[in-house]
């Protein structure tokens, strides 16, 4: 069985950084991209960073140059690097697979998600 779990939330100030993990297990897909969402209360998920199959990477133009999606070599762990954090950086980051070797920020093309961790930016 598929299982992502996410871990590395917290509260944080503005201007701080974080780091989150995604514990992934089982192999998805034989070929996937795997990726870094989120949602804040009343909003839509958003996509935040993906990366595919050969290591490609996308990133929401409101976290590019602040965040950074990276995995371990044997594509065990993803991590999603969050610096310079600001309020509106905060939500519930879920981190997911999908079917594609190309990495992509459209949430409807992952099929496998995790739990979800809370992030909490404060002014």
């Known amino acids: 069985q598929v299982q992502l779990v996410e871990s590395g939330g917290g509260s944080v100030e503005a201007g701080e950084s974080l780091r989150l993990s995604c514990e992934v297990s089982?192999?998805?897909?034989?070929?996937?991209?795997v990726g870094w969402f989120r949602q804040a209360p009343g909003k839509e998920r958003e996509g935040v960073a993906a990366i595919g199959q050969w290591d490609t990477t996308r990133y929401a133009l409101s976290v590019k140059g602040r965040f950074t999606i990276s995995r371990d070599a044997d594509k065990k762990t993803l991590y999603l690097q969050m610096a310079s954090l600001t309020p509106e950086d905060t939500g519930t980051y879920y981190c997911a697979a999908g079917p594609r070797e190309v990495g992509s920020l459209y949430p409807r093309i992952y099929t496998i998600w995790g739990q979800g961790t809370e992030v909490t930016v404060s002014s």
């Open positions: 089982g192999y998805p897909y034989r070929r996937y991209c």
